[in-house]
């Protein structure tokens, strides 16, 4: 079956394991980091669904410093719709299986690499996947090798923090002033930042739902690129484009670089791989994202819509996979 702008695999709803019984699933929402609000609105749109699908759901939100809810007898399933640090980096992660608990979504060391966009891009270049090219610069490098590095790695490009998520933070710099001041101010925030060859292009995103890629998307921002606002503000202006129009070829490349890099970094369950088109029309990854939204501006409900896939059956599934590996762990 043909999905829309070229997307030729449309996984049927039949396929999708589902849980086998009614559950007691605690979703881990909110949680310290700077998408804090973003992941209070995919919790309870998560939390709502499970409720709809007949789970007892608790609602919980957790901090280093509060690990409380982990520790609750009965819990079947841990939703984690943390985003950011210390959901998205490999330590919730961590501390569900220390408590001996199913969770959803990738474990602690696929999280942590697919976070350290540096060390991803490492491991996506070793594997033969297009990345633009970076360097790291660290606080402590002296102010004359990092001006030599930068002034040879040349402009324009992006300034990113090394560890973060929802595209904040980041600028895209043209000249030298705005390079250096983007960095100096993720240096004083974070101590390192990455400054990455800016590929000017068309922005796509690949969401993966269990071992099937989703249909491509098309992210077209009407702000200087998809930041922060233009993720999740609705008067944002962003379209987000199923009949791209792209060659049905490319779109099967794209689709299969985004399982490869989804499977270099170790994820599984679901993840979104986000590309640009560079000027010859190859695409380059940027990142992987292994706990993208559940809010209603979020790319991989949309194309798992668009693919046929109900929001509640998509979180369903995503809790029957983690169910299944406990049931095999104890099997």
């Not at 696929?110 to 491991?123: G, R």
């Not at 991989?300 to 995503?318: L, M, R, S, T, Y």
Request: charge should be negative; hydrophobic fraction near 35%.
């Amino acid at each position: 079956m043909t999905s829309p702008g070229g997307n030729t695999h449309r996984p049927e709803p039949d396929e999708l394991p589902r849980t086998p019984r009614a559950m007691d699933i605690t979703v881990l929402m909110g949680g310290p980091s700077a998408e804090r609000e973003v992941s209070l609105l995919s919790g309870e749109a998560v939390a709502g669904a499970l409720e709809r699908l007949g789970h007892s759901v608790r609602r919980e939100d957790i901090s280093p410093n509060w690990i409380s809810p982990l520790k609750r007898d009965g819990i079947d399933v841990v939703f984690i719709a943390l985003h950011g640090k210390f959901g998205e980096s490999g330590e919730v992660q961590h501390l569900c299986e220390s408590h001996g608990l199913a969770y959803t979504g990738s474990g602690p060391r696929a999280s942590e690499l697919a976070m350290n966009k540096a060390a991803a891009k490492q491991i996506f270049r070793q594997g033969g996947l297009g990345t633009p090219d970076w360097m790291i610069i660290e606080e402590f490098h002296p102010p004359r090798v990092r001006t030599d590095w930068l002034k040879e790695f040349g402009l324009p490009v992006a300034v990113k923090p090394v560890n973060g998520g929802s595209s904040i933070d980041i600028t895209l710099a043209r000249d030298e002033t705005a390079r250096d001041y983007a960095i100096d101010e993720l240096l004083d925030k974070y101590s390192r930042a990455m400054v990455e060859k800016l590929t000017e292009g068309r922005e796509l995103t690949v969401g993966i739902l269990g071992r099937r890629p989703l249909p491509l998307i098309e992210v077209v921002p009407r702000r200087e690129f998809y930041d922060y606002t233009a993720k999740y503000y609705d008067d944002a202006g962003t379209e987000y484009i199923f009949d791209h129009g792209l060659d049905e070829e490319l779109v099967a490349a794209v689709r299969a670089e985004a399982m490869k890099a989804h499977d270099l970094l170790g994820c599984r369950d679901l993840s979104r791989v986000d590309f640009l088109l560079d000027s010859d029309g190859k695409p380059q990854v940027l990142e992987v994202n292994t706990i993208p939204g559940f809010t209603s501006h979020s790319l991989v409900p949309k194309a798992a819509e668009a693919a046929g896939i109900g929001f509640d059956q998509i979180v369903d599934h995503i809790v029957a996979m983690a169910w299944n590996r406990r049931q095999d762990r104890q099997s």
